[in-house]
């Protein structure tokens, strides 16, 4: 007779929540200015963001490091007395970021194009397009609980 025995408590499931925004409306009076700080608009949206997340535990928050990604995490991080982090735009969630922030929540706030680029590539599949250039109201959440992923879109009307 074999005695067979089972463990019957259940793994502990690690969750990593990434939250995305576009950042905020920018400064479009000189053309040429390629790295414009956020208008009055703006300051605004990226305060209010820090009043959406107020109830969101992050542990790292990254921007790409331009004027206004910066400008748009601040007002979270101070908040949650967080740094902000950056990230390179042409380098999306490699092996090393996901590494870096798995099992965390982390805010990353980036632009039209590279936000939805970044989820996309989270998820494996073309799933978003770029941002209209008017948006700055998206919203991207996705979870990722024992290698299952959960993603949604909201649009935040600030």
């Keep these: 007779m074999a005695l067979i025995i089972f463990n ?27 790295n414009p700080n956020l208008n009055e608009k703006g300051l605004l949206r990226a305060e209010n963001w820090s009043t959406v997340f107020e109830n969101v535990a992050f542990d790292e928050i990254y921007s790409t490091d331009y004027n206004r990604t910066i400008q748009t995490a601040t007002p979270t991080a101070e908040s949650k ?26 805010l990353i706030v980036g632009h039209s194009n590279t936000t939805p680029q970044f989820v996309n590539k989270i998820l494996g599949k ?33």
């Design 8 to 34: 019957s408590q259940a793994q502990e499931s690690e969750k990593t929540t990434y939250y995305f925004i576009r950042h905020a409306e920018k400064d479009r009076s000189d053309d040429t200015n390629k």
């Design 81 to 106: 007395h967080l740094e902000i982090k950056f990230y390179n735009p042409a380098n999306l969630y490699d092996e090393g970021f996901e590494f870096k922030t798995k099992g965390k929540t982390v």
């Design 126 to 158: 073309e799933k978003y397009p770029d941002i209209d250039d008017a948006n700055n109201s998206n919203l991207y959440i996705i979870t990722i609980t024992n290698n299952v992923l959960n993603d949604i879109l909201l649009v935040i009307n600030l």
